[in-house]
């Protein structure tokens, strides 16, 4: 890693974007192609079980936010990856979400990234309530945000429904 750090900034980003989008394509496709290998053997039948299809379906519908963020963390990148060609997660869904994560990820590594990671890691040693309260916050704010999208999408539609009932 270090050697990136001695390369100029445009030079490190790229690379770095390459072999990020390299490696998570190739974990995608790992993943689907262990999916297509598992519906040829006795094991098919848990792919068509209520949980498998609700959790493939979670997956290609929210799976994209979760390649996306998969990017800011260490470890769980790969196996989301894995996860999301295993679901079958559409390219058109896939894609996107991996370049932006390959963008974010090329940024942090090619700017502070280490170090903003062992900084991380030192206030979660140091005082992991405080690390916990951290991402606690996050969390609630993100599902704040979902939730204030979600409730503006339903706004009309409900605003129409009452509008229908009046006869208007």
Same mark, same amino acid.
């Given at each position: 890693?270090?050697?990136?750090?001695?390369?100029?900034? %445009?030079?490190?980003?790229?690379?770095?974007? /390459?072999?990020?989008?390299?490696?998570?394509?190739?974990?995608?496709?790992?993943?689907?192609?262990?999916?297509?290998?598992?519906?040829?053997?006795?094991?098919?039948?848990?792919? #068509?079980?209520?949980?498998?299809?609700?959790?493939?379906?979670?997956?290609?519908?929210?799976?994209?936010? %979760?390649? #996306?963020?998969?990017?800011?963390?260490?470890?769980?990148?790969?196996?989301?990856?894995?996860?999301?060609? /295993?679901?079958?997660?559409?390219?058109?869904?896939?894609?996107?979400?991996? #370049?932006? %994560? &390959?963008?974010?990820?090329?940024?942090?590594? /090619?700017?502070?990234?280490?170090? *903003?990671?062992?900084?991380?890691?030192?206030?979660? *040693?140091?005082?992991?309530?405080? *690390?916990? /309260?951290?991402?606690?916050?996050? #969390?609630?704010?993100?599902?704040?945000?979902?939730?204030?999208?979600? &409730?503006?999408?339903?706004?009309?539609? &409900?605003?129409?429904?009452?509008?229908?009932?009046? %006869?208007?």
């Amino acid at each position: 890693m270090d050697a990136f750090l001695d390369l100029p900034f %445009g030079l490190a980003f790229a690379a770095l974007f /390459a072999i990020v989008m390299i490696r998570v394509n190739v974990t995608y496709w790992i993943g689907r192609g262990a999916a297509a290998g598992m519906e040829r053997t006795r094991l098919s039948t848990a792919l #068509v079980r209520p949980k498998a299809v609700k959790a493939q379906a979670l997956i290609r519908r929210w799976g994209p936010y %979760g390649v #996306v963020l998969s990017f800011l963390t260490i470890g769980l990148q790969t196996a989301v990856n894995l996860a999301a060609g /295993a679901a079958k997660m559409p390219l058109r869904r896939y894609l996107p979400a991996a #370049v932006a %994560g &390959s963008v974010v990820w090329a940024l942090l590594y /090619a700017t502070v990234g280490l170090a *903003a990671i062992e900084g991380w890691l030192a206030v979660a *040693a140091a005082s992991p309530v405080a *690390a916990f /309260a951290v991402a606690a916050a996050g #969390v609630c704010a993100l599902v704040w945000i979902l939730t204030a999208r979600r &409730s503006r999408r339903a706004l009309p539609a &409900s605003a129409d429904t009452v509008d229908s009932r009046r %006869g208007s």
